[in-house]
């Protein structure tokens, strides 16, 4: 089995507890190893659950609320004093560059690898496109720009029926074509890819969504997701002020899984009122099953 898990770093809304901290979450897929949100202190929950950050990719930036990027800043620098040379690519809403470029050059701690910058589009947009993934962002609704991103992970290629391909004598140099998909052409002579080739095993995908308003149109974007991260920062019987602050519910969480047919989902970004958190989790429940509270230190495999 592919090693896929994705470990929480941090659970908490806006204000941070003894036991929650801001938002941080590694997702690890294959060869690929992500930061997804940087919430002040993250580089402290790396060492703490002993992740190996200078091997981290990219990180993705989902708003510029301090709760979900102030740990760049530390970060950034401690992955240059480690002796980082591997390049890393920062994706995040329009400003996060400007902010932390200017960050960088007024306090002379240009770091020593490459850095590189992708400003996030308010539309859906495909992020990374590689033979086994796939990253994409989409706007949510929040009080400032924000994203949700969906990582699917797993062979996109086509598996070769290799009785048909000698059965139609098909030369072994079409075989990549036809891992990709297309025909065999010869003169006149076209065989449909499909009698050469059977569909690719369906990959394991993980939708995060943190910092929104409930909104049921985001439901394709995460449609029949393995994964699904939903923040609930509040019960529904605060739902007003949910609303007033462009937040969710355990509840909507819930439902919004079930109607997008999520197989499990991730409960986060809870408010610092709550002690218990075991509500929340029944809440959702309501509406669709397994949802599990993902705390601080918690690592699922996916
Ligand atoms: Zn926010």
């Known amino acids: 089995m592919e090693n896929r898990s994705l470990h929480i770093l941090g659970s908490s809304a806006a204000v941070p507890t003894k036991d929650r901290w801001h938002t941080a979450q590694v997702l690890e897929m294959g060869q690929y190893k992500f930061l997804l949100d940087c919430g002040e202190g993250t580089q402290y929950q790396l060492i703490r659950y002993g992740v190996k950050y200078n091997k981290i990719q990219a990180i993705f930036i989902s708003h510029l609320h ?3 990027f102030l740990g760049i800043f530390g970060l950034l620098n401690s992955m240059s004093l480690g002796g980082r040379n591997k390049p890393l690519t920062v994706y995040g809403p329009e400003g996060l560059q400007a902010l932390v470029e200017n960050h960088l050059e007024t306090t002379g701690s240009k770091p020593e690898y490459e850095l590189n910058w992708v400003t996030l589009k308010d539309q859906p947009e495909m992020l990374i496109d590689e ?3 796939e990253v994409w962002s989409h706007p949510v609704q929040h009080r400032v ?5 969906k990582f699917i992970h797993g062979n996109k290629q086509r598996n070769l029926n290799v009785e048909a391909c000698l059965e139609h004598e098909i030369p072994v140099d079409w075989y990549p074509k036809i891992k990709e998909g297309e025909d065999y052409v010869k003169g006149d002579v076209r065989i449909r890819n499909e009698e050469l080739s059977y ?3 369906p990959g394991v995908s993980y939708t995060f969504v943190t910092d929104t308003l409930y909104s ?3 439901i394709p974007f ?3 997701s393995t ?11 605060e739902v007003e002020r949910a609303h007033a602050t462009f937040h969710s519910t355990a509840q909507e969480a ?9 197989k499990h989902l991730i409960l986060g970004h809870f408010s610092s009122r709550y002690l218990y958190l075991e509500d929340h989790k029944k809440e959702a429940e309501q509406f669709m099953k397994p949802v599990f509270l993902g705390l601080d230190g918690q690592k699922f495999n996916l």
Do not use: I
């Open 199 to 201: 569909d690719p095993k």
């Open 227 to 237: 994964w699904m991260y939903h923040e609930s920062t509040f019960l529904h019987e």
């Open 131 to 133: 033979k086994d993934l």
């Open 66 to 68: 301090g709760d979900h």
């Open 222 to 224: 995460a449609y029949e």
């Open 254 to 262: 819930g439902m919004f899984g079930a109607l997008a047919k999520v």
């Open 216 to 218: 049921e149109a985001l």
């Open 145 to 149: 720009p924000c994203f949700a991103f």
